[in-house]
């Protein structure tokens, strides 16, 4: 226990450039302060001390402003960021070296019974107000965009952005594991560009085809013209 604790601590040194020493962070960071009470809710769920695993998972939400179910699996070098919001359900699995953010929500759809949560795996990042929803896989390496909401699997090394969710891959290549979530491509917007260049090279072409039904009609009452003055 005290080497993942150990590993909590060192996480938010490499993840947050705001960290200055260790006794800032032991101290005042929320999101650590909620990993290390879910790990406590966690350990005595396992040991089916259901009430006294709620009552922690209580007292970790009303002072850190995350709320994790006790039943939840969380893996090692797990980090939130500023924390406040963050809502993981009862039957999310995250693996290792995962990220989220402020605001994000990993929940459930409906009322089903049985696995109802997402499973996030290794190295994955979710930024700011992203909602990922239902009994679905983000892939490792994988970001979601903030602001996103994602109802559908993710794969490996993808990028998801919008409402709903849209994956992007980057030819193919890993996505790293940055806090550079902010420059990510937006599929909507470029579909949107593609539709106004499209747009643009119709109106050209109805302009062409009315210029020339325009010299068309010129050239029909001149020959009328001509045909009359010689009759």
Known sequence: MFKMMKED????????PAARNYLEVILTYSGLHAIWGHRIAHALYKKKLFFL?????????????VEIHPAAKIGRRFFIDHGMGVVIGETCEIGDNVTVFQGVTLGGTGKEKGKRHPTIKDNALIATGAKVLGSITVGAYSKIG???????????????????????????????KDLDHCNLPDPVADRFKELEAELSSLRYEVQQLKKGTSEHDNKVVQYANEAKRNV
Do not use: C, M, W, Y
């Open 9 to 16: 601590v060192e996480v938010v040194f490499e993840q947050d």
């Open 53 to 65: 695993a709620r009552a922690v998972s209580q007292i970790s939400r009303f002072f850190t402003g």
């Open 146 to 176: 903030a602001g996103s909401v994602v109802l559908k699997d993710v794969p490996d090394h993808s990028t998801v952005v919008g409402i709903p969710g849209k994956v992007v891959i980057q030819n193919g290549q890993r996505v790293g």
